[in-house]
């Protein structure tokens, strides 16, 4: 059995944006999602948790959504992640401890270490984690949702 990953740049997503030249079709991009039977979607660039849950609508009731904003170094990087499930088919992964379950809900990294000394350079927005795994097999996707951007002394490369 295959799963279906995606991931979209959703271009400054905002649920309630009148601008022609970044308006979305939410119907398109449902459909999309539909058609290419995507089990997880990850998405950059949504600026908060109305427009991802619009998509979640029209894809209906058997889809989940999570959604965060990293801390960012830049106004011009103060963009959200979504991650979107096909439930039927994902569900978040899991442990079970002495002490109970774990469930691990999607969360923005900030784990990752620097080697100054060999010339990498911070990012600008941490990237969003997310630990799934399919509902009836034994393994667990993991995928890193980033929308790359670095910090070089005060000014923001892409």
């Not at 995606?6 to 022609?20: E, P, T, W």
């Not at 900030?110 to 100054?116: A, G, P, V």
């Not at 667990?140 to 949702?145: D, G, K």
């Amino acid at each position: 059995m295959g799963y279906k990953l995606g991931s979209f740049n959703m271009y400054k997503f905002q649920a309630y944006r009148s601008d022609d030249k970044i308006k979305k079709d939410l119907d398109k991009i449902a459909n999309i999602i539909s058609k290419e039977q995507f089990d997880i979607v990850a998405m950059q660039e949504v600026f908060d948790e109305k427009p991802m849950n619009m998509i979640l609508q029209r894809l209906g009731g058997k889809w989940k959504g999570a959604w965060a904003k990293p801390n960012s170094h830049s106004t011009q990087a103060a963009e959200g992640y979504a991650f979107i499930w096909n439930t039927d088919r994902i569900v978040l992964a899991k442990s079970v401890t002495a002490s109970g379950e774990r469930i691990y809900y999607p969360r923005i990294y900030q784990q990752y270490r620097i080697d100054r000394k060999s010339g990498q350079k911070d990012l600008v927005r941490d990237p969003f984690y997310g630990r799934f795994k399919p509902k009836y097999e034994n393994f667990e996707i993991r995928i890193i949702n980033t929308h790359i951007m670095f910090s070089n002394g005060g000014k923001d490369e892409h």
